[in-house]
């Protein structure tokens, strides 16, 4: 009897926790969004952005507010958006620079991105592509990298933390030979590069087109029309494959960095504690608008993919790429 009674409460119990959860589901959201862009307006974050909270307010009947909160390399938005309650009505743009690369600069960053996090889907991945000017006296890759070992040495700018940050870095390490002579430490042969740091995209083109810096990484988004208009010459691009915007340019790989990727990536985050009710639903949606027509009409065109959407395997993406660059900042001693 006792045991009837047992079964009875559990089943109960259950019954309770399904209604609530349904019930819960079908009330959110009953108020509008936002979503969370950790950098300044006009970039390619923002513009990633922008393009899924138009399709994803469509789904959910809501309008979604976006939020830019520059600051940190992406850091200052991620720690904002990470105090509001875990709801589902704030939305994170996760992303290489707040997610990777923040955690390989600084240890005590204030989020875990394995852990303070439900990384629901990623939204994009692209190349970026090594530019110089057109009357650069470096015309390929090679001459480039000769320069700086034979010569003065070769500037380059960067947006710290970001994909093109990450790329140049890679290539200054990949064209080192490296003899281990102690325990952390490193005698690395190779050429003299001096970074400068920019605020932003716009700083960092423009000091490439006026000539500030010798060469810089850029996201081929951003810098593809300048290259077909003959303000900028590209050398390589920073993809396995070449990008459908240059496909005249070759890859770092061809250019003689056998297995060189670098490339800017982004994905639509909740935190943790979210209700799981709620992440399903985000979750369905969102593969509904990356499958979409005016999403797909975006992203080719301006040389993005679209990568496999879902939250396990974006979650272990993530995991992997801070793996990744945290080795590579921790070689190069990067310091912000």
């Not at 006792?2 to 959110?28: D, K, P």
Request: aromatic share 6%.
């Amino acid at each position: 009897m006792r045991h009837a009674l047992r079964m009875l409460a559990c089943g109960a119990s259950l019954l309770v926790a399904v209604t609530a959860a349904v019930a819960q589901l079908a009330a959110w959201p009953s108020k509008p969004l936002t979503l969370v862009v950790p950098f300044p307006a006009g970039g390619t974050s923002d513009v990633m952005g922008r393009l899924v909270a138009t399709e994803l307010e469509k789904a959910l009947g809501q309008p979604i507010k976006v939020e830019n909160i520059g600051g940190g390399g992406g850091v200052k938005g991620t720690l904002e958006a990470l105090k509001r309650p875990a709801d589902g009505y704030t939305l994170i743009q996760s992303g290489i620079g707040q997610n990777a690369v923040a955690h390989a600069l600084d240890a005590n960053v204030g989020y875990d991105s394995s852990r303070d996090f439900i990384h629901l889907t990623q939204v994009h991945e692209g190349a970026n592509v090594l530019v110089v000017k057109p009357d650069s006296p470096y015309q390929s890759v090679k001459e480039l990298v000769a320069a700086a070992k034979t010569g003065p040495g070769v500037t380059y700018g960067y947006t710290p933390a970001a994909s093109g940050h990450m790329a140049m870095e890679l290539m200054i390490q990949m064209q080192r030979t490296c003899f281990a002579i102690g325990k952390g430490e490193n005698l690395c042969t190779g050429g003299k590069f001096k970074g400068v740091s920019f605020s932003g995209g716009k700083p960092l083109l423009d000091a490439a087109l006026k000539g500030g810096v010798d060469a810089i990484f850029i996201n081929v988004d951003a810098a593809h029309r300048l290259i077909k208009d003959g303000k900028l010459k590209a050398l390589a691009v920073s993809s396995k494959g070449r990008s459908n915007l240059l496909p005249d340019v070759p890859t770092m790989s061809e250019a003689g960095y056998l297995g060189f990727e670098a490339v800017s990536w982004s994905g639509i985050s909740v935190a943790k504690g979210t209700p799981p009710a709620v992440v399903a639903r985000l979750e369905t949606e969102l593969a509904k608008v990356m499958a979409s027509a005016p999403v797909k009409k975006y992203m080719e065109p301006n040389g993005f993919t679209i990568p496999a959407q879902g939250s396990s395997v974006y979650s272990i993406y993530v995991s992997k790429e801070t793996d990744r660059w945290t080795r590579l900042v921790r070689i190069a001693g990067i310091k912000l």
